[in-house]
């Protein structure tokens, strides 16, 4: 216990992964957290790991989709974000989703109990005291301006900013089932088992057009100190997708496929807004791609043109958030170490992934990385191979900067994890049989190959047995 701990700035998923990796392996961690001393636009408790926007941790098929594969790695390596989630997981389809207050006590109960963890109810204004020679900064997309403003100053960079908005959530009383229907698009069983997992609303034409007219009417909140600031496209507002086209929502969020009418099996929804179970009651459901920056009043009327929620209660409305990040190819080093002082790491959205996972993902390296160097030990990223390497490595070098001569600008954005990042394999032309494979089936086994190599090269790296396939699904 002579041993110095390492401090981590911000209680999200990025620092709550950070700092129980840091004490699992035998390192002292003070973490930071300023709620509830200092609050944020966002954050309505002061749990730890807090999710402020959606309750789904995305797909979780470590054979079929980057993010699943994501989800199997870090659960290799003893993430308590991914344990928590999977102790509170609601059902989703295909995704893992959880509860959202059950999941959040967990990891701060966890983190807590911990006896190597000391959590610091306080704000770290500005650079962190220079005794403290270990620290992740870990603060999110609402970073304290005086924390933002000393890294600003410190690495002479502007930082990036976009906006992330939240979508509202309805209480399941209020919807109308005479209307809507429970299935899952094409009904595929998740992770919980369920095949019904969302709730789904049909608009015919006529409706939808409505619909789309009330979106570009209404009023919006505005931002005038933050004009000119791109959105993230995995998190548009619902009416700036609607701006770029009236029929961009039914080919995105509100698309119809996969879905039959319960009620009406012989009529095709033109387009169908789902709804997705938000807590283990089921008492409160999340409207799908439905983040959103109208003004309250106008959220209320519109969305109760929706079929099925005519007379719907909202028990959050959807709200804005500005989202920052840092120029983390320019600014960090392959250990997730600013160059302009080593003696700070960075960790989460502030690095410029994308996503929950994504996001504590990285908590999880810096943790590694930063208990590897307080041991003594070496410290080395994940292989390239894995989805884990090929994160951190986009951000820290793999990101192109280009120039006038390449002809790109450079600019640096925000990542979530996908198969781009990781070594191409050449798919297979022929089943055992010695058949020509057809596109889909070639797409279909060179995932898996991917998935395999990743989790064989994963358990190498960290001196852990190949987990088995089956275990792995």
């Known amino acids: 216990m ?19 990796q840091i004490a699992e392996a035998g390192v002292p961690v003070v973490l930071h957290e300023m709620r509830p001393v200092r609050g944020t636009d966002a954050h309505q408790t002061d749990r730890l790991a807090e999710l402020v926007c959606s309750n789904s941790f995305r797909a979780d098929d470590w054979a079929g989709n980057a993010v699943g594969l994501l989800h199997a790695e870090m659960r290799a390596l003893g993430s308590i974000i991914m344990s928590c989630g999977d102790a509170h997981q609601v059902p989703a389809g295909g995704a893992l989703a959880v509860d959202r207050d059950g999941f959040a ?121 933050w004009e000119n600031v791109p959105y993230f496209d995995g998190c548009l507002p619902i009416e700036v997708m609607a701006e770029r086209g009236r029929e961009t929502l039914r080919h995105g969020p509100m698309k119809p496929v996969g879905l039959t009418n319960a009620h009406k099996p012989d009529e095709k929804a033109y387009a169908v807004v789902q709804l997705r179970q938000d807590n283990a009651l089921g008492t409160l459901w999340n409207m799908v791609g439905f983040q959103t920056k109208l003004k309250h009043g106008a959220q209320t009327e519109i969305f109760r043109m ?14 804005l958030h500005r989202n920052t990040f840092i120029n983390s190819p320019r600014l960090l080093d392959a250990n997730l170490r600013l160059k302009a002082e080593p003696r700070l790491r960075f960790a989460g959205q502030v690095t410029g992934v994308e996503g929950y996972v994504e996001s504590a993902a990285v908590g999880l390296l810096a943790g590694r990385f930063a208990a590897a160097e307080r041991l003594g030990r070496p410290i080395d990223a994940p292989p390239a191979t894995t989805a884990l390497g090929g994160l951190v490595g986009h951000i820290t070098g793999g990101h192109l900067e280009g120039g006038p001569q390449e002809g790109r600008g450079g600019s640096f954005q925000p990542m979530n994890i996908n198969y781009g990042l990781l070594p191409p394999m050449a798919p297979p032309r022929r089943d055992a049989e010695g058949r020509r494979l057809g596109a889909k089936e070639k797409t279909r086994l060179k995932k898996r190959a991917m998935g395999e190599r990743a989790l064989s090269d994963l358990a190498a790296w960290a001196g852990h047995p190949a987990p088995t396939l089956a275990a792995a699904e």
Not at 308 to 316: I, M, S, T
């Open 2 to 20: 002579s041993m110095r701990p390492v401090h981590v700035i911000g209680g999200g998923l990025a620092g709550s992964e950070a700092a129980w």
């Open 105 to 225: 006590q967990a990891v701060t109960a966890r983190l807590e109990a911990h006896p190597l963890v000391t959590i610091a109810r306080e704000e770290v204004a500005g650079l962190p005291p220079a005794e403290w020679d270990s620290v992740i900064v870990a603060t999110g997309p609402l970073t304290s301006p005086a924390l933002s403003d000393a890294i600003l100053a410190l690495t002479g960079e502007g930082q990036l900013s976009f906006f992330d908005a939240i979508a509202p959530i309805v209480n399941f009383d209020s919807v109308d089932m005479g209307v809507c229907w429970r299935q899952s698009r094409y009904d595929k069983v998740g992770p919980g088992g369920d095949a019904a997992a969302y709730i789904n609303c049909p608009m015919d034409q006529a409706r939808y057009e409505a619909f789309i007219d009330a979106l570009l009417a209404g009023p919006k909140s505005e931002f005038k100190d």
């Open 306 to 319: 929706i079929p099925g929620l005519e007379k719907a209660v909202f028990a959050r409305l959807g709200g």
